[in-house]
């Protein structure tokens, strides 16, 4: 029951917001001035990521970039370490049959009339 609650709310709240993300509907309460303007939401997450970066001063850029090339190293080095163990094993040597795959309430009859 509280699953259903939660995912009522959460559904409520996403559709009650929506007409608000998308500047359809004014917000409710006193009016803004016109020097107050909230500024505009960005179109995507890049857009928000690249403001964000551009914000941080140097020295932490660095580091982030640093430890981004960091993290995509290893992860390309591991996903080349899998490739070139999966490469070396050899192929399957499968000796069932279609017939020996075949669930035993489907495939029992079968084997049965032989």
Do not use: C, K
């Amino acid at each position: 029951m509280a699953f259903w609650l939660r995912a009522g709310l959460v559904i409520g709240a996403i559709y009650y917001l929506s007409p608000l993300r998308l500047g359809e509907v004014a917000l409710p309460g006193p009016a803004l001035p016109s020097t107050a303007r909230p500024a505009q939401l960005p179109a995507s997450v890049s857009e928000a990521a690249g403001a964000a970066f551009a914000h941080l001063p140097g020295d932490v850029r660095a580091r982030v970039v640093e430890t981004a090339a960091v993290e995509a190293g290893r992860a390309l080095t591991t996903g080349l370490r899998n490739a070139a163990a999966e490469a070396g094993r050899p192929a399957s040597r499968d000796t069932l049959t279609a017939q020996d795959r075949q669930v035993p309430w489907r495939g029992a009859a079968e084997r049965d009339g032989r």
